[in-house]
């Protein structure tokens, strides 16, 4: 069998300690170099240990300070579901609901070529001009999801719902956007990735640059299963947990 990366084994040391109770949040632990020789390791394996503890969530680096042991967040649950989703902007119904996105910035942008990979997405070809738009949703003033998502502007183009956040059905959704210029959304895909954090990513959602974020590739299909919309969804993994909700049909 393959040996264990030294630096994972330093990490389970040092996890073991911490959830034993060694320190209390709020510590500060022993510099990386004091660590690093009472493991009788390199400075650079410490470092990848401490690392992958403060990507786990379990220690936060203060930079000019050290490290110290982190208050651990509350996972909320974000439910995936056909009778709770209006696919495309954040349900108007059940705001109330406990950490549940209440606000949401956007910005817009016509006439974007589709890169290869959302090409293939949306069955169009590499270049053809879709609508991009950029969201960041937020809870209690608090970043939780990001979205970035694409429209074929040979669907939408010389209609009023052309923009996703503007016109008459500003923030309604793709699927009463389309209905309202005669596409009928029938189905809904997504594909959840488990990822880390960009510094882009990690910036936006007041996270740490490598923290766990949930990556889901969304397509919307209408009757005909045409691609009308795709979407890069990303959730950060330390403050949320998702759960996917089905109906049963009835016979």
Known sequence: MPREAPYLAV???LRTRILAGEWR???RLPSRAHLAEEYGVGRNVMQRAVDRLIIEGLLEGRAGSGTYLRMPRERLRMVRSRHRERWGSPSRVGMMERGRANAWESHSQMRVPAPDGIADRLAIRP???CVHTHYE???DGHPVQLS???E???ITEGTPVVLPETGPLAGKGVVERMRSIGVFVETVVELPRPARATRDQANLLGTSLGDLV?????TIYDTDGRPVETADIVIPDARRE???EFGIDQP
Request: charged letters at 20%; zero cysteines; proline letters at 4%.
């Open 242 to 244: 998702v759960v996917y």
């Open 152 to 154: 074929p502007m040979a």
């Open 148 to 150: 970035a998502s694409w």
């Open 11 to 13: 990490a389970d040391l």
């Open 25 to 27: 949040i709020g510590d």
């Open 127 to 129: 270049g053809d001009l």
């Open 214 to 218: 949930l990556q889901i590739e969304r």
């Open 137 to 139: 949703f937020l809870a």
